[in-house]
Each structure stands twice: as C-alpha cells, then as structure tokens.
C-alpha cells in the first residue's frame, strides 16, 4: 500500500484539464514528475535529499548485517537481533507517534531526525575503529535509527502534500517512489562494492551522509501551506468536517481509516498482503532453494527482478490510470502482484528453469505493486484530513508492521506442518484474498484521487448529517 474538499476547489475536470495543458509543449505530453521537478525548486530540493537518504539506506541495508557478522565475528542469533532493532521501532511506537507528531512542524522533525540519524551512524565507524563496537551496542544505534526513520516517515508523508499542489501530488509521489526503487535496484550492487574496497563499517558512513543530504533537502524546501494545528477539534482550513475529539484521540488516526471505505479497503488489503505475502516468501527460498535445486545466485538475481518491475510500475502508474481511471487502474495492479504469484507453485520445474519462472512472475508483481504504490500513497494522502495525516500515518504503519511478524510466524507454522510448497500457494492465494476488499463496485468507477476524496468528502458528510 481525492483533494482536501475544502469546498473552493476547481472541479476534477478541470483540474486535470489544467494539469494536462500545463504539460503540454508543441503538442507533446511531457512527464508530469519531471515536470514538477523541473519547474518547482522546493520540490526539487525536497526530492534530491530524498534520493541520496534512499542511496544511503541501501548501503546500510547490506553493510550492517555484514559488520554483525564480519567486523564482530558474530553468529545468526546476533544478525537477527540487530536487523530486528532496526524494525522494532515500527511495531512499537508507530500509533503513538502518529498521535505525538500531530500539530507538529513537520519540517523541523524531519531535519531533526535526519541529523540525529546521521550522528548515531556515525558512531558505527568510530566504534569500530576505536574497539568499543559490540553487538548490544549495534543493536542500541540501529534501535534508535529506526526510531528516528520512522518519525521521519510519517512526518514525510503529511509534509508532501503541504510541499506541491493537490493536482501535482500523484507525481510528486511517482518521482519519490521512483527514486527509490532505482536505489533498491542498484544500491546493494555499489554497497558491496564499496564494503569490498573500504569495509563494512566504513561503508555506513555513506548513509550518515545520505542523511545530511536529506535534512539539507528538507531545510532548503518551502511548503506551500502550514499543515501544524495546535488543537484536535481545531476545524482548519483542509478539514472535511471530521471532529478528532474523543476520550482516546490516540485512536484518531484508526478510526480515520476504518470509517472511510475507500480507507478501510487500503488498509485491510495493505495488512493483510504484508502478513500472507511472509508466508509466501519465507516458503518459497525455502522449496526453490531446498528442494528444487535453485541455485541461490539465482534466485538472488530472479527475486531482483521484482525491482526491475517496480521501477517499471511506478514510470507508468499516472499514464495508466489516466488511461484506465483510478479504480481500474487499482484493479490492473492488484491483478498483477495478487493474482500472478499463484502460478510459482504450479511448474514441476527445477533449477533455472523454476528460476526463469520465479523472475517472471516477480517481475509482473513488481509493475502492480510499483503501480500500488503511488495510487495508494496519493489516495491516503488525499483522503486524510490534512490535519489528521500523522496521525492517520502511524494507524496505518501499525496495522501494516503489526501484520509482518505474524505472517512469519504463519509462515513457520505453515512450512512445518503441510511443507514449503504449499506454504508457497497458501501464501498466494491469501495475495488474492487480500485484494477483495479493494473490487467494489464504487471503487472501480472511481476516475481519480480527486473522485475519490469527493466520494469520502460525500460520505463523511452523510455520516454526520
């Protein structure tokens, strides 16, 4: 895994009739992302820092299990141990500081949690070369560094609709996401690169000053309009009417995404695909590798594809559904990474072959889930109260995280008892089931984010009238 209706809007049509015109010269469509980029210099800024932060994370995704396990001699339990801090935070904390970050500047928690990222990673290489690193240690640095990504996160994705124009936020989306999956793609190549010539620890000193780059980024953009409120019932300029007062307005933010429909859908396909799609995986290394003779080099480079996909998915999720309408459009990638994966456990094949087959289907997956993406992110930021987009954001990051680690544990229970292979088709066929909530009739009209936000604005007004 719709505008603010505030009421003065153009309407859709006319919006994207402006919005198509503005990107028209000599009568050739030009990229809407790139043409955000190229004409809007807060934005820019904004998404270079963003491009180096994910270039840098890259390299800390593969240096620090190799510094756990090379630089301090360490065994799986330890590996484990330390890439499990960095998440934690995640499951943890995302609800509560969804509700803290409310009525925040955005803009100072992201640049102080960048700062404060690249400071504690700083400490890995000094650590080491100073002979005090230990595992406990690590664990502690990478803890805190998933505290702050994750205050980050959140933050990030109510500051991007403040940052460029409700017409231009899908694009804007598109060009973050697409920087990021080229990183995904080709950051563990560098990263290993660069651990080969200078080693691990000193390879982490790359994200520290991705981080910098990022707050420098942030600090020299401009948003367009203040998304702090300093109350909860405060009714502010981008609010549909929704009240936030109540006894627990820590629970905001969930009952913000299990009233609105179109919310809801997102939300229970997003939990519910993050916990089967671990039965599915954790299964599948598992039959390919174990007994279908797949060599692991290959099923390295087959599992990449889905990388390749998901920059595929993301350059054509505007055209697409400008082509097909938002819902349909929804429905197109939902077939490509729900439904497609049934197929890994159907081919009696074995080494490359099964791997050929693998890489094919993890590349469709990676267009849908690539197109996903950005029609997800746009969605919930549109159809989120501007005033509640934090809030909303850590409800929605601790449903999502929450599912992951009972769908491993599944997973576990599943492979032991009914065996790898068809873990794998239990896992893909819960894929399917987590993309029914997503096919109603109403969604699948829906034409685009402006549509849908207008739908939720409707509705909302109809369950206070």
């Known amino acids: 895994m719709g505008s603010r209706a505030s009421g003065q809007r153009n309407s859709p049509a006319s919006d994207q009739r402006s919005n198509h015109a503005s990107e028209q010269r000599g009568g050739r469509l030009r990229d809407p992302s790139w043409t955000l980029l190229r004409g809007d210099r807060s934005f820019r800024h904004y998404w270079l820092g963003q491009s180096a932060a994910s270039a840098g994370a890259q390299f800390t995704t593969v240096a620090i299990p190799l510094v756990t396990a090379i630089a301090l001699d360490a065994g799986p339990a330890a590996v484990s141990l330390v890439a499990t801090a960095g998440t934690l935070p995640y ?24 700062l404060l ?32 990504a994750l205050v980050f996160g959140l933050s990030a994705f109510a500051f991007v609709p403040a940052l460029v124009r409700d017409v231009h936020l ?46 420098l980024g942030v600090a020299t953009s401009h948003p367009r309009e203040r998304l702090a409120v300093s109350t909860d019932a405060a009714p502010g300029a981008h609010s549909r009417g929704s009240s936030t007062s109540g006894r627990l307005p820590i629970l905001t933010g969930l009952r913000i995404l299990f009233t609105q429909p179109h919310l809801r859908a997102l939300t229970i396909h997003a939990a519910t695909y993050n916990a089967t799609e671990q039965v599915l995986v954790l299964n599948l290394i598992l039959w390919a590798v174990r007994q279908q003779d797949v060599d692991p080099g290959a099923y390295g480079l087959a599992l990449a594809a889905a990388g390749v996909g998901g920059l595929v998915g993301t350059l054509t999720a505007l055209r697409l559904a400008d082509r097909c309408g938002l819902g349909r459009a929804f429905a197109l990638s939902l077939l490509a990474s729900c439904l497609v994966p049934v197929l890994l456990p159907a081919w009696p094949l074995t080494g490359w072959a099964l791997a050929a087959v693998v890489a094919a289907v993890m ?8 197109n996903a993406n950005v029609y997800s992110v746009t969605m ?22 929450g599912s992951i680690p009972l769908g491993a544990a599944l997973a576990g229970v599943v492979g032991e008892s009914l065996g790898a292979r068809t873990g794998v088709l239990l896992g893909a066929i819960g894929l399917v089931v987590s993309a029914v909530p997503m096919l109603t009739p109403t969604f699948l009209r829906l034409r685009s984010t402006t549509t849908a936000a207008a739908a939720g604005s409707a509705a909302g007004a109809a369950g206070t009238a």
């Open 363 to 370: 590349l469709v997956r990676g267009v849908g889930e690539g």
């Open 117 to 148: 990222q690249a400071l504690l990673l700083a400490q890995i290489p000094l650590a080491w070369v100073g002979g005090w690193l230990t595992v406990p240690l690590l664990a502690a640095i990478t803890f805190a560094s998933g505290c702050c």
């Open 380 to 401: 919930r930021q549109q159809l989120i109260p501007r005033e509640e987009l934090t809030r909303s954001a850590g409800a929605y990051t601790q449903v999502m995280y």
């Open 91 to 114: 499951l943890l904390f995302a609800l509560l500081a969804g509700h803290l970050l409310h009525g925040r500047d955005q803009k100072r928690s992201m640049i102080a949690t960048d």
């Open 170 to 215: 899908a694009a804007a989306n598109r060009a973050v996401q697409g920087s990021r999956t080229v990183t995904e793609i080709s950051g563990p190549g560098l990263a290993g690169l660069l651990i080969s010539a200078a080693g691990a620890p000193a390879a982490v000193i790359v994200t520290a000053v991705g981080h910098l780059a990022s707050a």
